[in-house]
């Protein structure tokens, strides 16, 4: 009976020794792949616990902000980051312990870096305070683009102001009784000529972006005199 106890001992350790490794391992694959995760994501991340100091920094936020994760692991989170729109933003999640998102403008140089934050706080399933967690996303080359097309609107609507103000100056004389000057009349319609040719080439360069913006678009490359370029921008 004594044998038979053991033996059923036995069996239960082992089967329950079993189910720990398995567990065991199968959190350490679960860490294993989370950490190449968020290794490799494409976006910066930040973890602070409850008490405000840094756990996680990826790799990413670590080109992204320029801090050194070596340094800033285990430290409080507003004596290693700079950046002060980015402290406030985690103190603020840290008082509301609501989730906030904000846009962030790094100054780099001459060059200014544009971020989309979104911080959230860690709450676990007892609800109990565990920290912040914040992601960044880098949208500058979206920021630099909607500049860019905001620029090319007011250029556009700039080119196309003067030869249309012209072309309807110049008619308009013509029909108060301009006209009725033969050598005038040649003059303006010359005028009108021109800034219509005007026009017509700043629809044809709309024409041309839009083909460039479309995915099947190719360059003919061919060689060109650089002098020759520079005097007819001049």
Request: contains cysteine.
């Amino acid at each position: 009976h004594e044998h038979n106890e053991t033996q059923l001992m036995t069996l239960v350790t082992d089967d329950l020794l079993k189910y720990l490794e398995e567990i065991t391992t199968e959190h350490s694959t679960n860490e294993a792949w989370m950490k190449t995760l968020i290794e490799n994501m494409s976006a910066g991340l930040i973890l602070i616990d409850e008490k405000g100091c840094i756990q996680i920094v990826n790799r990413y936020l670590e080109s992204l902000v320029r801090i050194h994760r070596k340094n800033c692991i285990g430290k409080i989170y507003h004596t290693v980051i700079e950046q002060k729109d980015i402290t406030s933003m985690i103190e603020e999640v840290f008082m509301s312990e609501e989730k906030i998102e904000r846009q962030i403008v790094l100054r780099e140089g001459l060059k200014d870096k544009y971020l989309n934050a979104y911080g959230a706080p860690i709450v676990s399933s007892r609800a109990k305070w565990r920290g912040v967690v914040v992601v960044f996303h880098d949208i500058t080359t979206l920021k630099r683009l909607e500049k860019a097309r905001k620029d090319f609107v007011a250029n556009v609507s700039h080119e196309l102001r003067t030869p249309v103000t012209s072309i309807k100056g110049f008619t308009e004389t013509l029909l108060e009784g301009a006209y009725k000057d033969e050598s005038v009349t040649y003059e303006f319609l010359t005028i009108i000529k021109k800034e219509s040719s005007r026009m017509e080439n700043l629809v044809k360069d709309l024409l041309d972006l839009s083909q460039i913006e479309k995915q099947d678009f190719t360059l003919n490359l061919s060689e060109v005199n650089v002098t020759e370029v520079v005097h007819t921008v001049v």
